[in-house]
Every structure is written in structure tokens, then in C-alpha cells.
């Protein structure tokens, strides 16, 4: 149990943080099922646009630290691939 004044209020701030997390995180694993059950439907042109619209939102969670970059840049090229062989 935090003690020290700097430690109650580190505390705090990490429940604030894992919070704010946690709903980024959740916005864009939304957005990657969009894509995936587009993907699982057959239709291209709605995997393209879940795809378009998927990308900036987990690039962002890597700016934001919920995602390392290397891992959203998997995810996108997965998809990315997924989506083209649906062609």
C-alpha cells in the first residue's frame, strides 16, 4: 500500500492512465473486428475501408504508448495482405 504522499499520488495518476488505456486500446480492437468480419464476409470494398480507417487508429495507439510499433505494424500488414487476397 502507497505510504508516501508521491506514492498515493503515483497511484492515482496510474489508475487514470490504465483507464484511458484501456478504452484506446478497446476503441481499436473495434476497429480491427470491423475488418476482420468485413474480411470474413468476402466484401473488398468494405475490408478496404475498414482497413483505411483501422490503420491511423492503431498508429496512434503506438504514439500514445498502448501499442508497440513494431506489433501495429504486423497487425497492418496482416491485414493489409488478408484484404488484397480477397480479390
Given at each position: 500500500m502507497a505510504n508516501s504522499?508521491?506514492?498515493?499520488?503515483?497511484?492515482?495518476?496510474?489508475?487514470?492512465r490504465f483507464a484511458v488505456n484501456k478504452a484506446r486500446r478497446s476503441r481499436i480492437r473495434t476497429y480491427l473486428r470491423k475488418v476482420e468480419e468485413a474480411i470474413a464476409s468476402?466484401?473488398?470494398?468494405?475490408?478496404t475501408a475498414a482497413l483505411r480507417a483501422a490503420e491511423p487508429e492503431l498508429m496512434r495507439g503506438v504514439t500514445k504508448g498502448v501499442f508497440h510499433k513494431n506489433t501495429a505494424s504486423r497487425k497492418v500488414s496482416r491485414l493489409a495482405a488478408r484484404v488484397k487476397a480477397l480479390g
Amino acid at each position: 500500500m502507497a505510504n508516501s504522499p508521491q506514492a498515493k499520488k503515483r497511484a492515482r495518476q496510474n489508475e487514470k492512465r490504465f483507464a484511458v488505456n484501456k478504452a484506446r486500446r478497446s476503441r481499436i480492437r473495434t476497429y480491427l473486428r470491423k475488418v476482420e468480419e468485413a474480411i470474413a464476409s468476402g466484401d473488398r470494398e468494405a475490408a478496404t475501408a475498414a482497413l483505411r480507417a483501422a490503420e491511423p487508429e492503431l498508429m496512434r495507439g503506438v504514439t500514445k504508448g498502448v501499442f508497440h510499433k513494431n506489433t501495429a505494424s504486423r497487425k497492418v500488414s496482416r491485414l493489409a495482405a488478408r484484404v488484397k487476397a480477397l480479390g
